[in-house]
């Protein structure tokens, strides 16, 4: 008789809806986290490009020559060899 009262039986609602909530959350905040570190990964290799775009510039007006996009490759192979570290 007590597994049929109103209190008990709401008390249980609440417990799944609380629970369920907390798995959709959970779930979309892990989404959300993996969308981020796409979106950062993306972002750190325009960064490197630009860098090295930025490096061989400087060379050039220092009068250091030296291969044309050789430092844009040199930084975007660092950035695979540190994806490969990682794995």
């Not at 039986?9 to 905040?29: D, E, K, M, P, Q």
């Not at 060379?59 to 291969?67: H, I, M, V, Y």
């Amino acid at each position: 008789m007590a597994a049929r009262s109103p209190t008990t039986v709401l008390g249980v609602l609440n417990l799944f809806a609380i629970g369920g909530s907390t798995y959709y959350l959970r779930s979309h905040h892990i989404h959300n986290l993996e969308e981020h570190e796409a979106r950062m990964d993306e972002l750190e290799g325009t960064l490197r490009g630009h860098i090295g775009l930025i490096e061989e510039a400087l060379d050039r007006l220092e009068g250091k020559g030296g291969e044309r996009g050789k430092k844009t490759e040199e930084l975007y192979g660092k950035r695979r060899r540190d994806e490969k570290k990682k794995k």
